[in-house]
């Protein structure tokens, strides 16, 4: 017998209910929130996975041989046009959100 047989109805109306609280904030967050979670780090994980991803992708072009890459785009340009500016970009949208948070807020 798998389930928890409960005798008191206090017990059991707080366990319904926490179950109940449980499935509604599953329903809230939705696909990508079930990915990454909900709290104050959510920007930042989200913002992080696009970094890695960027960087995963211009790691593969740089590493597949020269006869696959586009003559009109080279690595130079990758790495100077695309991925440069979007990385410096995020690590300086990771470090005003970290500054942010801790100088904006009032101490109680």
Known sequence: MNKLEIQDPKVASKIIAANAESEKRKAELGVLGKFFGSGENVRLYIVGTIALGILIIALAYTLIPDRFRSADFGLKEMWTLV???????????????RSAGTSGREEK
Do not use: D, F
Request: net charge negative.
């Open 83 to 97: 991925v440069l500016p979007v990385e410096s970009t995020i690590i300086g949208y990771l470090i005003g959100s």
